[in-house]
């Protein structure tokens, strides 16, 4: 038997681990593209990381994250370092960090990016996926920033109507909470609330589902990409300028289980 809330230990072994009924199944693994996925803590990085699994083009080897380096934070989302690292144990695959400082400029962070991505392709990394679902200017930034670095940018999500996907997000047993609002875009009580049915029905008019827009921001800490659950508190909220956050620590004995 397992603990309560944990899953069963689920794998990923290269090529070489495995043996195969057919030559064909063998070269099909072989030629899966060894790639990255830009991790965010959220749940679209997460349910992209589910995608890539179930199509078995793409070979995801590690997420690849920037912290805010003098907060050992996830920059925007603000979940604190020690989480993520616990989302990569659970989906078995390394950390690419990129420890970001602060203040960072935008010429500072391009360049540690571009760092970052000759170190891939020195590794044998071929591509780099993101969460992205429609916002055409950010794909084509992702795009013009990787272009001539020997990495190919891939969208799994991209154009899928955000409605379906974050009902079909829930129904598959993923569980997330929000991080971070936009008070201009969202009501400050919706931060540390969980993603859920009912949180899809209070949403406004105009508010994207999926919260694309920048809208709120999320951490997923169970679904079909990990391996076990990962016990979470909410603490206090904290404001800054226009974004609320809520600070999520790792869950204690007597603390409020999220889903409380």
């Known amino acids: 038997m397992l603990p309560p809330g944990r899953r069963p ?15 064909c199944a063998l070269e099909l693994c072989i030629a899966m593209r060894r790639i990255l996925l830009s991790w965010s803590s959220g749940k679209d990085s997460a349910w992209s990381l589910h995608v890539l ?14 912290f805010n380096e003098a907060a050992g934070r996830v ?9 993520v690292e616990r989302q990569a144990s659970a989906a078995d695959l390394p950390l690419w960090d ?3 400082p602060w203040p960072c400029s935008n010429e500072q962070y391009e360049l540690l990016m571009a760092e970052t991505c000759a170190k891939a392709v020195v590794a044998g990394i071929e591509g780099i996926a993101f969460g992205d679902l429609f916002l055409e200017d950010v794909r084509a930034y992702r795009e013009k920033q990787m272009r001539n670095t020997g990495l190919q940018p891939i969208f799994p999500l991209w154009g899928q109507p955000t409605g379906e996907l974050a009902k079909q997000m829930i129904a598959s ?31 406004p008019d105009g508010v994207d589902p999926c919260g694309e827009n920048g809208e ?7 679904g079909p990409m990990l391996n ?5 508190s909410v603490g206090k909220s904290v404001v800054r300028d226009q974004f609320v956050f809520a600070d999520l620590s790792r869950a204690t004995i007597g603390a409020t289980p999220l889903s409380q």
């Open 216 to 222: 709120f921001h999320s951490f997923v800490y169970a």
């Open 98 to 100: 990129v420890p970001l």
């Open 53 to 66: 699994r179930q199509r078995r083009e793409y070979e995801v080897v590690g997420f690849l994250t920037t």
């Open 9 to 23: 230990v689920v794998s990923h072994p290269s090529c070489t681990d495995v043996v195969y009924p057919t030559k």
């Open 75 to 83: 920059a925007m989302h603000a979940v604190r370092r020690e989480l």
């Open 228 to 232: 076990v659950e990962i016990p979470v």
């Open 173 to 203: 047993g993923m569980r997330a909470k929000l991080t971070c609002v936009d008070t201009q875009k969202l009501d400050a009580s919706f931060v540390g609330r969980e993603f859920d049915e009912n949180l899809l029905a209070a949403l």
